[in-house]
């Protein structure tokens, strides 16, 4: 198979040097390569803008541009061509900070042979095509993102409007006529307001999810006793409804984190623990811990290796329980186990909250006893 020819754009004002570039290339009758030589920066910016070039090969020291103000300059105007700079000093901080201001790679004059420098053109012109590959699917991920996120709110105010009507007007059967209803009829009715309430936070999750793929944090100081206070307050009805207990059960520090998003940790932790109670005295406990606990059950990466975070956090339900087998898929998306599915939800709350804790530079993990007990700890950095 031929091999194509490689254009390059030699920019050096020593002859000599220049010379001794063509001529290292020239040797190598098996790599065609076409040398273009120009002395001056404004000369090789000229002939980018004139002609094809594959990769430019580039001495810092020019007559009309020195040091790493040539790279920077050459970069700002010429962003799409890949750059190999060629010093005369065997210098490493030169090279890394030539590396560090776009530069593909850096040679030292006088001190490689053909074979090096082709290598080193041809990774050039490789690193460059990938960079370019993946500054365009960076970009097309953050549009899909913003497509995502624009259909889910459009979907959300489509269907939460009609939704939220629909639950008034049970709420409304069930007040005005729950009296002359049969039992059964008046089960019917809280299970139909307690669906309709079901898929409307299954929306709000489906929307949050579509935000927080890409989380962007508002770090702040965050009161995390003014945080969970709030948020058992906005769940008071629901709690009532059930007959839940929240235990605060210890002091919760101040921690640098995202207020709003730490908010809907806690929020969903509680509706995860409001859906899986089943003892007659229901309880939930939020505390702090200095320590991790045994025996602990991390979901994602290991904590092995890591010191022991200052603080961490954990609600902890009475409820069903789940056994460790379905631990993981506690946080797969739509995925759900069989022990979960009581309140016939898709668990987006739980995957939303593995996010945010990740985002935060946190992990969650998970401790339960089924029939027992459930505690999801995690930490925020």
């Known amino acids: 198979m031929e091999k194509l020819p490689i254009a390059v754009l030699l920019i050096e004002d020593d002859h000599i040097d220049a010379l001794l570039v063509r001529e290292t290339l020239a040797d190598l009758a098996d790599v065609p390569v076409t040398v273009t030589h120009v002395t001056r920066l404004r000369e090789g910016l000229r002939h980018l803008r004139e002609a094809h070039c594959d990769v430019v090969l580039l001495d810092l020291g020019l007559p009309d541009s020195q040091g790493l103000n040539t790279l920077i300059t050459l970069r700002e105007q010429a962003p799409w061509v890949p750059i190999v700079v060629l010093t005369g000093l065997d210098d490493e901080r030169v090279g890394v900070s030539a590396v560090q201001q776009g530069g593909q790679d850096y040679l030292v004059k006088g001190e490689v042979d053909g074979k090096v420098l082709v290598r080193a053109l041809r990774y050039a012109m490789e690193r460059q095509r990938l960079e370019e590959l993946l500054t365009h699917w960076t970009a097309e991920f953050a549009r899909s993102n913003q497509e995502l996120e624009e259909f889910a709110a459009t979907v959300s105010r489509s269907v939460k409007v009609p939704l939220r009507r629909l639950c008034r007007h049970t709420a409304s059967l069930l007040k005005d006529y729950g009296d002359?209803?049969?039992?059964?009829?008046r089960a019917r009715l809280k299970t139909l307001k307690h669906l309709t309430r079901g898929i409307d936070t299954l929306i709000d999750s489906l929307l949050e999810y579509a935000r927080v793929?890409?989380?962007d944090l508002t770090l702040?100081?965050?009161d995390l006793g003014t945080v969970v206070a709030e948020v058992v307050e906005s769940?008071?009805?629901s709690l009532?409804?059930?007959?839940?207990?929240?235990?605060?059960a210890t002091a919760l520090p101040t921690v640098r984190g995202?207020?709003?998003?730490v908010g809907y940790i806690f929020r969903n932790l509680l509706i995860n623990a409001i859906q899986c109670h089943d003892k007659p005295h229901k309880r939930v406990e939020i505390g702090c811990l200095n320590a991790l606990p045994p025996n602990r059950h991390q979901c994602g990466d290991s904590l092995a290796s890591r010191a022991h975070p200052s603080y961490v956090l954990y609600v902890r339900d009475h409820g069903i329980g789940i056994e460790q087998r379905y631990f993981d898929q506690l946080f797969h998306t739509f995925a759900r186990p069989q022990a979960r599915a009581l309140d016939g939800g898709l668990g987006m709350g739980l995957i939303i909250v593995k996010k945010i804790v990740e985002g935060h530079g946190g992990r969650l993990w998970i401790e339960s006893t089924p029939g027992e007990s459930t505690t999801f700890y995690f930490t925020l950095g």
Not at 180 to 185: A, I, Q, R, S, W
Not at 258 to 261: A, E, F, G, L, Y
Request: cysteine-free.
């Open 235 to 237: 769940l008071a009805i």
């Open 240 to 248: 009532q409804e059930v007959g839940i207990e929240v235990d605060v």
């Open 220 to 222: 702040d100081e965050v």
């Open 180 to 185: 002359t209803l049969d039992p059964e009829g």
């Open 213 to 215: 793929r890409q989380i």
């Open 258 to 261: 995202d207020q709003v998003r």
